[in-house]
């Protein structure tokens, strides 16, 4: 029989169907033909690729797990597999299409008016609208109950104050979910671009997750029409609900990153000659390399089977919780490993590995950072909360 292939050790590939593997090779041919070399100088100028909203729309790659409105209803191991390829390129491009599709979109899909899915839901699948999702605030991060952005009506009218940091495609975004305190608790609001009182601000000099834009929210008087509310979603479950989907996306994203700096490291190692000899020959690389590709098929093995639970109908919140926690340190990991087999080589922007350890450390703390996620595990597995 064949030797096992380096790039699919365990041979995840026969335990895809026939529609998984073509959506991935699709994705995949899309990031290594189009994407690839023009990543990092989108990353150096600090934007997503030109024109990658639309080439991922035409592709059905925004809210493709979703059903109607334009969406392409995939299972959630394709569209897990979608993640993997885009963040196998760089953490920005999956970040753009977790943001659209699994915050933005599932959050009008979820808890929209009829009138606000037909509005808004077609155009961002295709990618001609931008959509963004505002939840985290200046003084407000893993405990977002204590956010302080109200929205209040009043005359019929909803009156928005307050901010909304970090948020991802902000100023670029046409329409921006954002959620607020009301009377009856945190509710979801859709505001267009453009509206009076909504503007936004770029976060400058990011060390992370360059190739994407992230912006501060802010919201003075801003006076919305009383159909501007999510009518479904009242209370902090509804934007926790939204936030399973984006990091079910990263546990996919996360084995990606891994994937790419491993191959980087494999191909280094195999060419770089020191002491007459390749540097893959010695047993210390070696050890690196084994233990790299180990976390890089572990966390794709806990990837496909959250999937299949997905599919199931069967995965809980805390599962999710407990794959990006797992596989976001396991890429961490295998970053900083590749960075020491490519030495110096390694530090510059010529090979992918700076730049997906670099993004990883967004993918740590977005999301719901590696605490917040133990302490989730560990309230699961011991009943006893130790968030406060
Ligand atoms: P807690 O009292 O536990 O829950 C409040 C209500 O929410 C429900 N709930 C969930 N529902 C669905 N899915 C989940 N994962 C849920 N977690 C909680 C819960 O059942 C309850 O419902 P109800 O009906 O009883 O009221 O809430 P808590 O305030 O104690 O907080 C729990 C905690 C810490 C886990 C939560 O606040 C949390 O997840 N914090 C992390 C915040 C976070 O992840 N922010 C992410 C912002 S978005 C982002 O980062 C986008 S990055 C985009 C990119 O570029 O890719
Ligand atoms: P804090 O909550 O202040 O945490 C600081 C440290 O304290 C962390 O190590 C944390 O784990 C730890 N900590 C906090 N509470 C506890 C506890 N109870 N026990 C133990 N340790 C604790 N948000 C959005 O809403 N939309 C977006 O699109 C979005 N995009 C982002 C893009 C980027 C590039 C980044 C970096 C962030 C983005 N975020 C977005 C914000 C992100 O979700 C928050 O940064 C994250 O939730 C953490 O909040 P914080 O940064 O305020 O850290």
Redesign the pocket.
């Known amino acids: 029989r064949a030797q096992p292939d380096p790039h699919d050790f365990l041979d995840l590939d026969a335990s895809l169907s026939d529609d998984e593997r073509l959506i991935r090779d699709t994705v995949r041919q899309l990031v290594r033909r189009d994407l690839l070399d023009r990543i990092p100088a989108a990353y150096s100028a600090g934007h997503l690729p030109e024109g990658f909203p639309a080439t991922a729309g035409e592709l059905g790659l925004l809210g493709m797990h979703l059903s109607g409105y334009g969406c392409a209803e995939t299972s959630a191991v394709a569209y897990g597999l979608a993640c993997l390829e885009l963040e196998a390129g760089d ?2 491009l ?3 299409v ?2 659209q599709g ?2 933005a979109m599932f959050a009008i899909r979820s808890y929209g008016s009829e009138a606000q899915k037909q509005r808004w839901l077609p155009e961002m699948a295709r990618g001609t609208a931008i959509g963004c ?1 505002g ?2 605030e200046p003084d407000s ?5 204590s956010m302080i952005t109200t929205a209040r009506f009043e005359d019929g009218e909803w009156l928005l104050n307050g901010a909304k940091m ?4 902000g100023s670029i975004a046409d329409i921006a979910v954002v959620w607020a305190k009301t009377s009856d ?1 945190v509710r979801g609001f859709l505001v267009p671009r453009g509206t009076a009182g909504f503007t936004t601000r770029d976060v400058a000099n990011k060390m992370s ?1 360059r190739a ?1 834009t ?1 912006s501060e929210l802010l919201f003075q008087d801003c006076r919305l029409p009383a159909d501007a509310v999510l009518p479904e979603a009242v ?10 989907e ?2 079910f ?2 546990v996919w994203g996360a084995a990606g990153a891994a994937r790419a700096c491993f191959e980087a490291a494999l191909d280094y190692a195999g060419t770089r000659t020191q002491f007459g000899r390749p540097i893959a020959g010695f047993q210390l690389t070696q050890q690196k390399l084994v233990s790299m590709a180990t976390q890089v098929n572990n966390s794709l093995l806990l990837a496909l089977h959250l999937g299949r639970l997905k599919d199931a109908g069967r995965l809980h ?2 599962q ?2 407990f794959g990006k926690r797992h596989n976001v340190a396991a890429a961490l990991e295998v970053a900083r490993e590749a960075r020491t087999i490519l030495g110096a080589n390694g530090i510059t922007g010529e090979y992918p590995v700076m730049r997906h350890m670099a993004n990883l450390e ?2 740590l ?5 590696g605490e ?2 133990t ?2 595990v560990g309230q699961a597995l011991t009943g006893l ?1 130790a ?2």
């Open positions: 953490s920005g999956r970040s753009f977790s943001v699994s915050l999702f939840l985290t991060g893993s405990d977002p109950s970090w948020i991802t495609n608790g997750l994407s992230t209370g902090l479950r509804g934007p926790l609900s939204c936030l399973n984006a990091r996306g990263i919140p805390h999710v919780s967004s993918v703390t977005y999301e719901g950072t917040i996620h302490l989730v909360g968030f406060h």
